[in-house]
């Protein structure tokens, strides 16, 4: 699922292309794919908006459009926005068109069918309750130090929380967790003010590398330009249970916790 780097270079890959452009149509090829309002009212008041800002909010994509109206993009697990050259063909999973006026398409491509588009006065009819980003300023080490001793659930867990930190994922969680040294079962509460310090600048990190190299790409992922990211070969932890650590030599380990796996060093990240 992409997370907060592969989300923001969407943005950052779309912006060029597509700001100060006019939607002229759109063709829902998957009904299901349009979170609200209906396919039909979706074209219908879509048509004729002009594109005014992009932005990101955790792992969603605000498309600020002419008339007060925004769409909203969730990737979900498969989904993919590409913008396209008029003559370039509809590319595989192909499942909302948005053909500009110049003739060029940005395109919704979606494997499973789990991403959504919604069309809303306001992006807060959609979104779910978020907390902070991590880049922002206002969350230090000791906010982010209270935050974490109000909760007892395994840190790990406590990451992937949307509502605790907006666009934490899998990869990014666990790449956080071990560049701080921290045991992904540990309780939040139990986490010092050191150990807070070291996992704040840990996320940043890791996720500034994260949008340096492009993003990761494990399976689906690619920008706007229909290009896979980079950072898979930069990775830590994630997905490389059972090779050798690149810390301390040792093997890396696996875990199952609340039904998702998480990897991590037994020895550079102690229970």
């Not at 969730?74 to 913008?83: D, E, P, Q, S």
């Not at 494997?111 to 306001?122: H, I, P, Q």
């Not at 840990?202 to 949008?211: P, W, Y």
């Amino acid at each position: 699922m992409p997370e907060l780097p592969e989300v923001e270079n969407v943005v950052t890959t779309l912006a060029p292309g597509l700001l100060g452009a006019t939607i002229e149509r759109a063709v829902v090829l998957c009904a299901v794919s349009v979170g609200r309002p209906s396919p039909d009212e979706f074209a219908s008041r879509i048509a004729g908006r002009q594109v005014l800002g992009l932005s990101r909010r955790g792992k969603y994509i605000l498309v600020a459009l002419g008339g007060g109206l925004h769409l909203v993009a969730h990737l979900r697990m498969t989904g993919a926005l590409l913008l396209s050259p008029a003559e370039a063909p509809q590319p595989r999973f192909a499942r909302v068109a948005l053909v500009l006026v110049d003739g060029r398409v940005l395109w919704f491509a979606d494997l499973r069918k789990f991403g959504r588009l919604w069309l809303v006065g306001d992006p807060s009819e959609v979104l779910p309750e978020l907390g902070p980003e991590p880049f922002d300023p206002a969350l230090d080490a000791a906010s982010l130090h209270g935050r974490l001793q109000r909760c007892r659930r395994p840190v790990k867990s406590l990451l992937l929380d949307q509502a605790f930190v907006a666009g934490l994922g899998n990869i990014y969680a666990d790449e956080a967790l071990f560049v701080a040294g921290i045991h992904p079962c540990r309780p939040a509460s139990a986490l010092s003010q050191r150990e807070a310090t070291s996992l704040l600048e840990a996320i940043r990190r890791v996720l500034a590398d994260g949008i340096a190299n492009r993003g990761t790409t494990i399976a689906n992922y690619v920008d706007a330009n229909g290009r896979p990211g980079e950072n898979q070969e930069q990775l830590l932890v994630y997905g490389r249970a059972g090779q050798e650590c690149p810390r301390c030599g040792g093997e890396i380990g696996r875990l199952r916790l609340a039904g998702r796996n998480a990897a991590f060093c037994p020895r550079c990240q102690r229970r």
